[in-house]
């Protein structure tokens, strides 16, 4: 696998150097971080107690990865440092519970913005008009807290994903082949000539997995966009 974009600027720009102290604002600004979920592995190796100290410790093994991934020689030395990270351990679940962070400081903000009656992106409205998640402490409570155990990512989520990352999520969905239009999803869609891609392929629209291999040339394109 390779699926760790190589773009680190919106990890180590000047907005982002404080990226450690996320935690400790989410928590005390709006008591988010009491009682986060953690897969056992995490507690168990670390051997940190405290959850505030252990997401930092999380967005520590984010920023290790990802500029490591951005260092590596093309997409085959990309390719090998995903299959190091990708084992099951520590690191490999406390990316992962990076990566839902670095969303919910995302959505806290997008919210923010809502509540000030600015413009948001369309798939806000989305993320908070569900009964479920109206607000970011709903949100994480019913749907973020559960990627990874009970539940995983919907379509809105996606789009969250994409935006807090920077970059527009390519979903090939195979199940919808015989609808040439519908094939192809970007997460989210409004950032697609500006913002680096990650292509995943579905075959359900619920399980997603990243195509390894040598690029070939389609006979057919189905993105409605360019090459």
Not at 7 to 26: A, C, M, Q, R
Not at 81 to 101: N, P, R, W
Request: proline letters at 4%; one cysteine or more.
């Amino acid at each position: 696998m390779a699926c760790l974009p190589s773009d680190t600027e919106w990890l180590v720009s000047k907005e982002t150097k404080e990226i450690k102290n996320i935690p400790e604002k989410l928590q005390s600004r709006y008591g988010l971080i009491e009682g986060w979920s953690f897969p056992d592995v995490c507690k168990q190796t670390s051997g940190i107690k405290d959850d505030v100290a252990l997401l930092k410790h999380h967005l520590s093994l984010l920023q290790k990865w990802w500029r490591a991934a951005a260092a590596s020689p093309g997409l085959e030395g990309r390719r090998r440092l995903c299959d190091q990270l990708f084992q099951g351990g520590e690191d490999e679940f406390g990316v992962m519970e990076a990566l839902k962070l670095l969303m919910l400081t995302c959505a806290v903000e997008l919210h923010d913005i809502m509540q000030r009656g600015r413009d948001v992106p369309i798939f806000c409205w989305l993320l908070f008009s569900r009964y479920t998640s109206s607000c970011p402490r709903t949100f994480l409570a019913n749907h973020l807290s559960r990627v990874g155990f009970s539940g995983g990512m919907g379509q809105v989520e996606m789009c969250l994903l994409g935006y807090t990352l920077h970059h527009t999520i390519k979903v090939y969905r195979l199940y919808m082949a015989n609808m040439k239009e519908f094939i192809v999803t970007h997460y989210p869609d409004n950032h697609i000539q500006d913002w680096p891609s990650v292509c995943l392929v579905t075959e359900d629209g619920r399980h997603y997995d990243v195509a390894v291999g040598d690029p070939v040339c389609l006979r057919e394109d189905f993105s409605g966009g360019p090459h």
